[in-house]
């Protein structure tokens, strides 16, 4: 039976969270505080950070939970909501990346003025970039992520994540203009040109610094000229030489330009004969 994309999502965060409650249910007595420990909090964020970094995510969360839910004024507690997001990342599968992403925003709601709301933003991010898919499929995850990061640059400008936060709103935002692309590129081919050159000029606007712009100022400038504005084609194809000079397409744009007829003239204006 198919079950819709959003259904489906809820259904999975639940069997997530069934999952969850067995896992407590059966490591309850493994996970408690030994006797004589004094610092509760401290013994299992300790013991979840070391879970964590031998990536038992699944106990590793047991012992985070239990500093979220029985150590409300724990310094720890902040944290150990972290750490709960973190093993959701880790796990990277689709229901426990949603779960993640639960974590990380109740933490900017809770804890919205706290040292680390900034990774919070970002682990957010991630939880999306993650789940990006190829320029050909759905974008919906791309676009949050683009949102997300976008949001971390701008409200933690001097935060130490921000040059890792540029690199990937590039990747992601790469990824969306690449999917773009294949769409004026596919009015390209189907020879619906006033189409291509419409998408190709929206590209360069959304997204200016494209890594891949050599490829739209061919497809725009022979859009153009097959569309016989050649005038206008002219300037797209010497930007090539001009940006690219090593790119592929400075050659292709020269046989387009030799190939591609001359605009046509207009008509001599007509002479009066003299009387």
């Not at 059966?26 to 970094?53: F, H, K, M």
Request: aromatic residues 12%; proline residues 7%; glycine residues 6%.
């Amino acid at each position: 039976m198919h079950i819709p994309g959003r259904l489906n999502r809820v259904v999975l965060i639940g069997v997530a969270l069934v999952g969850l409650g067995w896992a407590f249910g059966c490591s309850g007595n493994r996970n408690a505080v030994p006797a004589g420990i004094l610092e509760g909090d401290r013994y299992l964020y300790e013991r979840a950070t070391e879970l964590a970094g031998r990536r038992r995510w699944l106990q590793a969360r047991a012992y985070f939970r239990q500093i979220v839910d029985n150590y409300p004024q724990s310094n720890f507690r902040p944290d150990a909501k972290l750490g709960l997001g973190d093993t959701y990342l880790g796990e990277n599968t689709i229901e426990s990346l949603v779960l993640g992403q639960q974590e990380f925003r109740e933490f900017l709601t809770f804890f919205p003025t706290h040292a680390r709301a900034d990774y919070a933003q970002y682990r957010l991010a991630i939880s999306h970039f993650q789940q990006m898919s190829s320029p050909d499929r759905d974008q919906t995850e791309t676009k949050e992520a683009v949102a997300e990061l976008t949001l971390l640059i701008q409200r933690y400008p001097q935060s130490s994540l921000i040059p890792e936060a540029r690199e990937k709103l590039r990747e992601a935002q790469t990824r969306l203009t690449d999917s773009e692309f294949r769409v004026g590129y596919f009015y390209y081919r189907s020879r619906w040109y006033p189409g291509a050159v419409e998408r190709f000029s929206s590209i360069l606007k959304s997204d200016p610094g494209f890594p891949h712009r050599d490829a739209v100022y061919y497809y725009m400038g022979d859009a153009l000229l097959k569309a016989g504005r050649r005038a206008e084609a002219l300037p797209w194809l010497d930007r090539i030489q001009k940006e690219f000079p090593d790119s592929g397409f400075v050659t292709m744009a020269d046989k387009a330009l030799k190939s591609a007829p001359a605009d046509p003239q207009p008509p001599a204006p007509k002479t009066e004969k003299k009387k």
